[in-house]
């Protein structure tokens, strides 16, 4: 009986233990803009670093300077929003070139500080041939149009191979995404020691771009899922449900998303899918109260019970 009971105690304890070891986060993540079009000043970009560190790099670089501002107003950050983004950022994640995902480093460029944008290859050609150019701007890269200011450093990230992001304590795995083919985006598989958080750039579904990549990234992350290393998915929402299949433009709705998680929960264990923040990105604001909708629709179409999150510009979020 006194066996028994021990035995009892530290089952319980351990129990504790693992629920303890679960709700410490390991990820910081701070929104410097969260949607998909038409407020210029919140725009897709999310600085993220390990929880004990200050070394971050920015997921999308939409709006960069007043989420920083934002982001010191709320207390999130301390000192001068372009002092951070200089001494804290330490290299751009473009997933693919669309402006929304990259006008905030574009326009920060002349004031901001030496550092690295990794993209993948068809990324990389488009800053270089359209945006780094004299014609348009300065071209503060190490490639491209002559002179180069090597400001920034491009780094061509390969979907088979992990790439150590320097500065930091982190590296990411690239995946490819279509995004209204034949227009490619990317998602960012970041790792931290152990543990994973998974961003993905604008994409469509695999049922309406007929592709296979998101079916392929959730087979790629499954085993992640199972062993609750991934903290966390940020992934877009661009439309609610009414809009048109034909005006998708290589974008997500609250069915599709739901759909395709539903084809990631048949490769998981359900109970380690719960375990997942689910966080919902690129919002088109084209009207009033949309924003609000597409919420709702996500919600109510939640059958799995993922933890849906709502990022908001400046405000930390812990995974
Ligand atoms: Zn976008
Ligand atoms: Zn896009």
Redesign the pocket.
């Known amino acids: 009986m006194q066996l028994y009971r021990n035995f009892t105690l530290c089952f319980l304890f351990f129990l504790l233990l693992a629920k303890v070891s679960q709700a410490q986060p390991v990820f910081k993540v701070i929104p410097l803009g969260v949607k998909g079009g038409t407020d210029e000043s919140n725009l897709s970009s999310y600085m993220l670093a390990p929880i004990h560190s200050d070394n971050y790099v920015c997921l999308d670089a939409g709006t960069l300077n007043f989420g920083l501002q934002q982001a010191v107003k709320n207390g999130t950050l301390k000192g001068f929003a372009g002092t951070i983004l200089k001494n804290n950022v330490k290299g751009y994640l473009i997933s693919?070139p669309?402006l929304?995902?990259v006008a905030g480093l574009i326009i920060n460029s002349p004031d901001d500080s030496p550092k690295n944008i990794y993209a993948l290859p068809f990324c990389i050609d488009v800053l270089k041939t359209h945006y780094f150019t004299w014609k348009n701007w300065a071209n503060f890269a190490n490639e491209g149009d002559q002179p180069t200011l090597k400001k920034y450093h491009y780094t061509a990230l390969d979907t088979a191979k992990e790439t150590t992001l320097d500065n930091t304590e982190m590296t990411v795995k690239p995946f490819l995404l279509s995004?209204s083919k034949p227009y490619q985006?990317t998602a960012f598989l970041i790792r931290s020691k152990d543990d994973y958080l998974l961003y993905l750039?604008?994409t469509g579904a695999d049922e309406m771009e007929h592709a296979q990549n998101l079916y392929r990234l959730w087979q790629a992350v499954a085993p992640l899922i199972n062993s609750n290393k991934l903290k966390a998915i940020f992934v877009e929402t661009s439309f609610p449900d009414e809009q048109p299949t034909k005006q998708l433009f290589?974008h997500l709705t609250p069915s599709l998303l739901m759909k395709e998680l539903d084809v990631l929960g048949k490769m998981t264990d359900a109970k380690s899918l719960k375990q997942v923040y689910i966080v919902i990105t690129h919002m088109k604001p084209s009207a009033e109260q949309v924003e609000e909708k597409i919420r709702k629709e996500l919600e109510t179409q939640n059958k799995l019970n993922l933890k849906l999150v709502f990022p908001q510009q400046g405000k930390l979020l812990l995974f």
């Open positions: 693919h669309h929304d995902h995004h985006s750039g604008d290589g």
